[in-house]
Nanobody
């Protein structure tokens, strides 16, 4: 089993910044990729960003490109999401995800079906 623990959420004014962290622990973590999804009240869960663990290739949804940066520290098994120029529409619960069992998962990193582990979520609230 793998445990994912998010931190760094909170309340910020529009235009402000936050940095989310996600630490992976448990059995020896050999993740293929990690990412972030978010879900706002009354809306469907949506992909935010993902990063491949070895090559560090990154993927973003269009609405956050240029504002959010995903990164990882392989030695610490930790992933980060730096969020700049936050907007009220970024308000949501942000979920950390990890992809390990490649053979049984979707190959589409933009899909929730590509990930087999999910964190509990951290709230990000952006006030106008």
């Amino acid at each position: 089993q793998v445990q994912l623990v998010e931190s760094g959420g909170g309340l910020v004014q529009a235009g402000g910044s936050l940095k989310l962290s996600c630490a992976a622990s448990g059995r020896t973590f050999r993740g293929v990729a990690m990412g972030w999804f978010r879900q706002a009240p009354g809306k469907e869960r949506e992909f935010v960003a993902a990063i491949t663990w070895s090559a560090g290739s990154t993927y973003y949804t269009d609405s956050v490109k240029g504002r959010f940066t995903i990164s990882r520290d392989n030695d610490k098994n930790t992933m980060y999401l730096r969020m700049n120029n936050l907007k009220p529409e970024d308000t949501a619960v942000y979920y950390c995800v990890a992809r390990t069992a490649v053979a049984s998962l979707s190959s589409n990193l933009y899909s929730p079906a590509a990930y087999d582990y999910w964190g509990q979520g951290t709230q990000v609230t952006v006030s106008s």
